[in-house]
């Protein structure tokens, strides 16, 4: 019984998450209301409340599960003795296909979590603290087996790839990049070129001149 029970409370859950991408999509974030997220899921107003208090509570799960899915793709394809680089691909390819199963809810979820809501701003960073820790452990395996200097910041280089990520997603909604293989291209040529000047150095950085002078 509490399987069955279990298993429906999971069901309307996604029913309502499946709602929310749709209706995000097609109305935006502001102009759909928990009445009309119902209606779509085929559930009642209140039903809602019992699996989320707000609307952004109801998109930070979705970004949620996007982490979810990224980082168990990651576990599944890639071995954790593989080049960082492979890594690295692997992860945001994943994510990017996630994001852009329903192309304009992508885009909602992309500006939605640049600039979050005031009401979802402790969540999200609650989201951020632990994609960058995983992110971060990947990171510090590869500095393990040498991949990077030992002077590296973990925290800059995770947020230098996430950055690098959303340039690639921005250039896919802008028409610059147009299928899955322009993606992976040019997300394989900027993370080398990162980690090409993350790598082990073998001269010293050149000291800036002084202007002054």
């Known amino acids: 019984m509490n399987g069955l029970r279990e298993e429906k409370k999971r069901a309307t859950r996604r029913a309502i998450l499946d709602a929310a991408v749709e209706l995000f999509a097609?109305?935006?974030?502001?102009?759909?209301?928990?009445?009309?997220?119902?209606?779509?899921?085929?559930?009642?107003?209140?039903?809602?409340?019992?699996?989320?208090?707000?609307?952004?509570?109801?998109?930070?799960?979705?970004c949620e599960e996007e982490i979810d899915y990224a980082f168990a793709v990651l576990a599944k394809q890639s071995d954790p003795r593989a080049p960082l680089l492979e890594q690295l691909l692997t992860l945001f390819l994943s994510q990017f296909r996630f994001v852009t199963r329903n192309r304009e809810f992508g885009r909602l979820l992309v500006r939605e979590m640049a600039f979050p809501?005031?009401?979802?701003?402790?969540?999200?960073?609650?989201?951020?603290?632990?994609?960058?820790?995983?992110?971060?452990?990947?990171?510090?395996?590869?500095?393990?087996?040498?991949?990077?200097?030992?002077?590296?910041?973990?925290?800059?280089?995770?947020?230098?790839?996430?950055?690098?990520?959303?340039?690639?997603?921005?250039?896919?909604?802008?028409g610059y990049l147009n299928s899955d293989a322009e993606v992976e291209i040019s997300l394989r040529q900027v993370f080398r070129q990162a980690l090409e000047g993350l790598g082990p150095q073998g001269a010293p950085a050149a000291t800036p001149k002084d202007s002054s002078r």
């Open 26 to 62: 097609e109305r935006g974030f502001e102009r759909t209301s928990i009445g009309e997220l119902a209606r779509a899921a085929g559930i009642g107003k209140g039903t809602i409340y019992g699996y989320f208090r707000t609307k952004e509570e109801i998109f930070l799960a979705f």
């Open 117 to 174: 809501p005031a009401a979802g701003c402790g969540r999200a960073r609650d989201l951020d603290a632990r994609y960058l820790a995983a992110l971060g452990d990947i990171l510090e395996s590869a500095g393990r087996r040498g991949e990077l200097r030992p002077d590296y910041d973990p925290f800059l280089a995770s947020a230098h790839f996430y950055a690098l990520y959303l340039v690639a997603l921005s250039g896919w909604y802008t």
